[in-house]
């Protein structure tokens, strides 16, 4: 799967938070890092592999592992079959899936230091399980 970064950081923004996004080139594994605010050069940075962006999709039911999996987006695609409106609607519908869960994640793990936890519904990965909870 590919992920679009100014798609998402558009999903970012649509969830009301601005933020940019550099790729690392000096760590043992690639990276995002994820910077809140639009300066590029911003103190508070998080660091995303770019294998944490599937899990984080597959934990949170949007996509399965496997295509046969049941998922959020296979929902999506069984429901394109039953009417034309339905079928027109699927890449925007399948889209505003991943891409606004993933903006959530990103957005909750970059504000994590003021102890809120704004999205409830989203599961974390146990790596950022401290970044979800409410102080």
Do not use: W
Request: proline share 6%.
């Amino acid at each position: 799967m590919e992920v679009n970064i100014p798609l998402l950081l558009d999903h970012i923004k649509k969830n009301g938070f601005a933020a940019t996004v550099n790729v690392s080139t000096d760590t043992p594994d690639p990276c995002l890092i994820f910077i809140s605010g639009e300066n590029h050069e911003g103190s508070r940075r998080e660091y995303v592999e770019f294998t944490d962006l599937n899990e984080i999709l597959v934990l949170n039911n949007i996509i399965g592992r496997t295509s046969q999996e049941p998922s959020l987006v296979k929902e999506q695609f069984d429901l394109a079959d039953s009417t034309p409106t339905n079928r027109r609607t699927l890449p925007e519908r399948i889209e505003n899936l991943i891409y606004d869960t993933l903006a959530k994640y990103i957005i909750q793990i970059l504000l994590a230091s003021r102890g809120k936890l704004y999205y409830p519904e989203i599961i974390p990965l146990q790596k950022h399980k401290e970044y979800f909870t409410n102080r």
